[in-house]
């Protein structure tokens, strides 16, 4: 019910999009996020968005680097990463949880099956 996809090799500073295609009766309801973990440690949280407002949040870690936003007429969330930096190697999940969104990721209901970023210096 979720598809994440856009993944893969890229340099470090470069920009790439992930995005995660959702069912139409998940995408119409839900908040979305997005989480990562990196080998040998935690999922931790990456982003999220409202559907009610479309508020968006951001990890410490990635914020003024990332955005989420969300395309309703393609049921699609997509997390734009730009100046990528090797700590931001990872596989990145999507989810989906009711509203509010939440960056404790236990409370997502639903998970893409993730995808691979890895960021070469």
Known sequence: QLQASGGGLVQAGGSPRLSCAASGRIFSIYAMGWFRQAP???REFVSA???SRGSTYYADSVKGR????????KN??????NSLKPGDTAVYYCAARSD??????????????????????
């Open 40 to 42: 040998g440690k935690e």
């Open 100 to 121: 509010p969104a939440s960056s404790y990721d236990r409370s997502y209901e639903y998970w893409g099956q993730g995808t691979q970023v890895t960021v070469s210096s």
């Open 49 to 51: 968005i409202t559907w």
């Open 66 to 73: 990332f955005t989420i936003f969300r395309d309703h007429a």
């Open 76 to 81: 699609t969330v997509y997390l734009q990463m």
